[in-house]
C-alpha cells in the first residue's frame, strides 16, 4: 500500500515537525528516486560486488550498512 501524502497541505506534514535530524533524512531520502535505484540495485547484487557497491553507497548518500536490519 502506497500513502497518498497531499503535499500542498501543511497538515498532512505536522509529523515532521517532531522528527530527529536522523528521521528528517530518511524521510527525505527515501524519497529521492537515484537512491531508491540506488538502493535496489545493492539489494540484489551478488556477494562479491556487494562490498564494492556498499562503497559507493557510502561515498554518494553517506550511508554504511554494517548488519542487517532487523524487524
Known amino acids: 500500500m502506497v500513502l497518498e501524502i497531499a503535499w ?7 509529523f515532521v515537525d517532531a522528527l ?4 528528517l533524512a ?15 540495485r545493492f ?3 551478488d556477494d562479491p560486488e556487494k562490498e564494492t557497491l556498499a562503497t559507493l553507497m557510502q561515498a554518494r548518500w553517506g550511508l554504511r ?3 542487517r536490519s532487523r524487524t
Open 8 to 14: 500542498q497541505s501543511s497538515e498532512a506534514y505536522a
Open 20 to 23: 530527529s535530524p536522523s528521521q
Open 26 to 40: 530518511w524521510e527525505w531520502l527515501r524519497r529521492n528516486e537515484a537512491y531508491r535505484r540506488d538502493y535496489a
Open 43 to 45: 539489494r540484489v547484487v
Open 65 to 67: 550498512f554494517p548488519d
